[in-house]
T-cell receptor, first 112, second 114 residues
Framework: AQSVTQPDIHITVSEGASLELRCNYSYGATPYLFWYVQSPGQGLQLLLKYFSGDTLVQGIKGFEAEFKRSQSSFNLRKPSVHWSDAAEYFCAARGGSYIPTFGRGTSLIVHP | NAGVTQTPKFRVLKTGQSMTLLCAQDMNHEYMYWYRQDPGMGLRLIHYSVGEGTTAKGEVPDGYNVSRLKKQNFLLGLESAAPSQTSVYFC?????????????FGEGSRLTVL
């Protein structure tokens, strides 16, 4: 079955520290891959996506993600976290169907 | 440009009452989706639509009905609300013709069933 796994429910970092959020997918073929961010009380906003080509993709707000086929992973990174990055982050994948599959989310807590 | 608008944003119901959530998008998107979000469960798909007049079941459709009579609107109905339907509901839409894969989300509708 198709699935997206985010192993970390919560991640706590200090402001200015680097960040990596993990995402693993299980699909028959390489799916389209996405990272979304949800600020408190808001809907989800797309951070970045990977369809094909360069395996390192740049997104908004200084985020980047690297696609690794051998590890079935699409981890999200940011070199220096800001307090405003505190939010819920969702990894998602979509194969040839209409329907994307979401991970359960990782809650990012930023300490001053 | 409003994007995806959900109404109402908050609602409290008693068990057994009915209600309808409205999702409206002004981007002329073909695909529309209804998700529910519960703590630790991520987003679960309730129903979706690939065009006007068509709907299909998602992962957790029981207790919900939907209609897509107009391309810009996607309605989610609860005929007899249950406490298990207490959740935050999100509507999303996607463009088929110029598909970037991105879903555009509304701000959510928080429903409490007592």
């Amino acid at each position: 079955a198709q699935s997206v796994t985010q192993p970390d429910i919560h991640i706590t970092v200090s402001e200015g520290a680097s960040l990596e959020l993990r995402c693993n997918y299980s699909y028959g073929a390489t799916p389209y891959l996405f990272w979304y961010v949800q600020s408190p009380g808001q809907g989800l906003q797309l951070l970045l996506k990977y369809f094909s080509g360069d395996t390192l993709v740049q997104g908004i707000k200084g985020f980047e993600a690297e696609f690794k086929r051998s590890q079935s992973s699409f981890n999200l990174r940011k070199p220096s976290v800001h307090w405003s990055d505190a939010a819920e982050y969702f990894c998602a994948a979509r194969g040839g169907s209409y329907i994307p599959t979401f991970g359960r989310g990782t809650s990012l807590i930023v300490h001053p | 440009n409003a994007g995806v608008t959900q109404t109402p944003k908050f609602r409290v119901l008693k068990t057994g009452q009915s209600m309808t959530l409205l999702c409206a998008q002004d981007m002329n998107h073909e695909y529309m989706y209804w998700y529910r979000q519960d703590p630790g469960m991520g987003l679960r798909l309730i129903h979706y639509s690939v065009g006007e007049g068509t709907t299909a079941k998602g992962e957790v459709p029981d207790g919900y009905n939907v209609s897509r009579l107009k391309k810009q609107n996607f309605l989610l109905g609860l005929e007899s609300a249950a406490p298990s339907q207490t959740s935050v509901y999100f509507c999303a839409s996607r463009n088929q013709e110029r598909d970037t894969g991105e879903l555009f989300f509304g701000e959510g509708s928080r429903l409490t069933v007592l």
